[in-house]
């Protein structure tokens, strides 16, 4: 009975001698502890939502308005309105004392006029979106209603510093455009992929639909916008997500990489220990709302609603929808090695395990070479990389009660789950298929060896360089791009680790051991389900073709010279290469964020123009003149760049016809226009990882931090999916994916016609230049 007392924290019994009582204090103070953090984190967050609640106001101005109003009536001048003397008739009596109260109930109201006054202004001035499309390019002039309106803004938003969240009562709704803006931007979009008896055709569909059922689903849309806070977000996570039944491995999930040209430790457990704690450093600034919220230019703030779920956060199985369960807390982490589980305990005595202290916890596991996988335990991570609905029926019975059920709940409530891999993730310039493997290896692992359901799954290879793979649904690539910089800037700013490459610092304490997760799998129903989505998702990763690309020989450096966006440019790019390989243009798809309004999450962006489409045709047309071409790619370029600004202001395409769809469903209305174009495939499907969102970031002193960024599986089947990140002056990386199964797309020779496009476009305005140069050189001579 000892042993059974002491795995408890309280137990007792009735005897005939009475009452007997048994408890583990240790267990108990745990407990304790858990709690009173508990409570310290309600209160915080009361505080901080107070605070958020008022802003652009202090909170503190308030004592100061209460002052000015006991002033005001004690000096017999009168306060706004007469609130004291209005006070005065409701409450019980006119003594000094209700006096006094009807003065902090008077200067009460003026002051929430005042905060509301306030918010509401900035909301109004937020609205605006002419600075935008206000030219930037050297020697433009910014106009007067922009810079008035800039003055405006910083006036209100920067003279008390905001928390995280402080902006979010203050950001506009998403606008809904009318079905005709919609129309004519979808039409000119589609222009260049359809020959004319196809326009003709769509043109008549768009009509149809504008003149028939559009006038009535807009009139739903107009509802929702006025009613919901973003009138896409919602829907677009359920549909677009959560009801997906679909493998989220490949499929859905994406993945980031280390600072490769950084390398701080080559020791496994200093390297996880350091960037674990470093995650719960972040969670905490979060938390706390003490992390800057992201200002564009400075000025715009950027909706923070995404970063409430980094942490604590899983997408659990539904038979026909998935859902969202974000925990409040998390005191624990899950260790994934080789094929077992591990319950990781974060905090102790009272605060945050600091990370030598966590290295000894990390070494425990590591030194653990002889426990071995439970039955089925070490492929039942596979689960969660297949198909959902099978994932949830056999979790409904299986994970329902008992071990499992506990086990499961341990995983799918830790703050993220750590896999320490035992193959290192290497990069070599000379050797660009071991950087290659290593997306590969963040991408999809061997299919068992990362938890796909969790928010973020840190992997930490056996030579220290550490990735992440992320589930989709939670938030967009920037938010995690926030995450993964903020650790690559610590790291670089900060001493973390020792000459021999373990963390700085002395452990005070012996951290808790961590305890290794039981599960009940032995029967055939489970072992089944487990080899069937083992086997479903050797064949999806077996599909994969990822290559990444370095790029060194020029990057943004070169593209300012000519006087165009950065991620214009490469998109021309991207254009000429796909010509180039396929024989045509495609529909592509370049994610772009709304996160200038409320909830806002993503909009497309459609790079094949009309205008792109006449420059990739003149530059495989060898009679087509320099000067044309440059003409013509400027052209393209101010395009993308508007069709880009239009996405980010609420003046997309494909979100508004993606509601008018859903809209269409629920009433039962069906629709030829809609559902062709929501069944067309996006074979190129691109985009753009941001860096530069932490003010840590100074790439002049730390050249080397910058994350070769990350990537995601192939859109369509006959397609590719391409990311990429700006890295420098002279520096862009492409994480290309297709599938090898499809015969006519190769992610080796699209990175070869990236490759060739971009040369191409650098000897264009080479050419172009020197051109210039001679024709000045001779009208100059022929001036004398």
Not at 173 to 182: A, H, M
Not at 329 to 337: G, R
Request: hydrophobic share 40%; proline share 4%; net charge positive.
């Amino acid at each position: 009975m000892a042993e059974a007392h002491s795995a408890v924290a309280f137990s007792f019994s009735i005897t005939h001698e009475g009452w007997d009582i048994n408890y583990d204090r240790e267990v108990l103070d745990l407990v304790w502890q858990s709690g009173v953090r508990s409570w310290k984190k309600r209160l915080a967050r009361f505080r901080t939502g107070v605070r958020n609640g008022v802003y652009p106001a202090h909170l503190q101005s308030l004592w100061l308005v209460i002052a000015i109003a006991i002033g005001l009536h004690f000096t017999h001048r009168h306060v706004p309105f007469d609130l004291v003397n209005k006070w005065l008739t409701v409450l019980p009596g006119d003594s000094l004392q209700w006096q006094l109260t009807a003065c902090s109930l008077a200067g009460l109201v003026v002051w929430l006029s005042i905060c509301y006054t306030m918010r509401y202004s900035l909301k109004l001035l937020l609205m605006y979106k002419g600075w935008m499309y206000e030219k930037r390019a050297p020697g433009s002039k910014t106009s007067l209603k922009t810079r008035l309106w800039a003055l405006c803004v910083k006036i209100l938003a920067t003279w008390n510093k905001p928390g995280l969240y402080s902006f979010q009562g203050s950001l506009p709704r998403l606008p809904l455009p009318s079905v005709q803006e919609t129309m004519s931007r979808y039409l000119r979009t589609v222009r260049p992929l359809l020959d004319d008896s196809n326009y003709q055709r769509m043109e008549r569909l768009a009509n149809e639909f504008q003149q028939g059922i559009a006038t009535k689903l807009q009139r739903y849309l107009i509802l929702k916008s006025w009613w919901s806070t973003n009138y896409v977000s919602d829907w677009w996570e359920e549909y677009v997500y959560l009801r997906g039944r679909g493998a989220l491995m490949v499929n859905s999930n994406f993945y980031g990489i280390d600072a490769i040209f950084m390398h701080p430790t080559k020791v496994q457990s200093a390297r996880a220990a350091s960037v674990v704690n470093l995650l719960l450093q972040f969670r905490r600034t979060v938390e706390r709302q003490e992390l800057e919220p992201i200002l564009v230019q400075g000025l715009v703030p950027l909706c923070s609603w995404q970063y409430e779920r980094i942490f604590n956060t899983v997408r659990a199985p539904g038979v026909e929808t998935d859902k969202i369960i974000h925990y409040q807390d998390s005191n624990h982490i899950v260790v994934l090695y080789r094929g077992c589980y591990y319950k990781v305990i974060i905090y102790h005595n009272g605060r945050l395990l600091r990370p030598c202290e966590l290295q000894i916890q990390i070494e425990h596991i590591l030194q653990q070479r002889d426990d071995k996988p439970q039955p089925g335990e070490e492929l039942l991570a596979s689960l969660t990389a297949g198909d959902r609905t099978k994932w949830a029926q056999i979790r409904q019975t299986v994970f329902a009660k008992g071990a499992n059920r506990t086990s499961l709940h341990t995983v799918e409530s830790a703050a993220f789950v750590l896999s320490l891999d035992e193959k290192p993730f290497e990069f070599d310039l000379a050797h660009p298929e071991k950087l290659d493997q290593f997306g590969r290896y963040l991408l999809h692992g061997n299919g068992h060896d990362r938890w796909f359901d969790k928010s973020f799954t840190v992997c930490v290879g056996s030579n220290g360089r550490i990735g992440f793979n992320a589930e989709h649904t939670w938030a967009d690539a920037p938010v995690m791009a926030h995450v993964w910089e903020y650790i690559v800037a610590e790291e670089a700013t900060n001493k973390r680790y020792d000459d021999k490459g373990n963390p700085v610092g002395i452990p005070e304490f012996e951290p808790p051991t961590p305890k290794r997760l039981t599960w009940d799998l032995n029967d055939k129903v489970a072992l089944d389900a487990i080899d069937e989505a083992h086997l479903a998702a050797q064949k999806l990763l077996n599909d994969v073709d990822l290559r990444i690309l370095v790029h060194d020989a020029y990057g943004k450096g070169l593209m300012k010279t000519c006087r165009l966006s950065p991620d214009a440019f490469i998109q021309m790019a991207l254009q000429l290469a796909y010509y180039r390989d396929a024989g045509k243009f495609s529909l592509t798809y370049e994610a772009s964020m709304t996160r200038l309004f409320r909830e806002g999450r993503t909009e497309t962006v459609r790079p094949c123009t009309i205008e792109s489409a006449a420059w990739v045709k003149a530059m495989l047309n060898d009679s087509v003149s320099v000067e044309e071409r440059v003409r013509l790619l400027n052209e393209a370029c101010e395009r993308h760049q508007l069709g880009y600004q239009d996405a980010m202001c609420g003046k997309g395409i494909d979100r508004h016809l993606f509601c008018l769809y859903v809209v269409s469903k629920y009433l039962e209305i069906d629709s030829p226009f809609l559902q062709e174009v929501l069944s067309e495939p996006w074979r190129l499907s691109t985009s753009q990882t941001p860096h530069g969102q932490t003010s840590k970031m100074d790439l002049k002193k730390h050249p080397n931090c910058i994350s070769a960024g990350g990537g995601f599986g192939p859109v369509a089947d006959d397609g590719y999916g391409v990311s990429y990140i700006v890295a420098g002056e002279d520096l862009i990386f492409f994480h290309i994916s297709s599938k090898k199964s499809c015969g006519t797309t190769s992610s080796e020779r699209f990175a070869q016609e990236i490759c060739r496009a971009l040369a191409d476009m650098k000897h264009l305005f080479e050419e172009y230049r020197s051109l210039q140069k001679n024709g000045i050189a001779n009208g100059t001579k022929s001036s004398k």
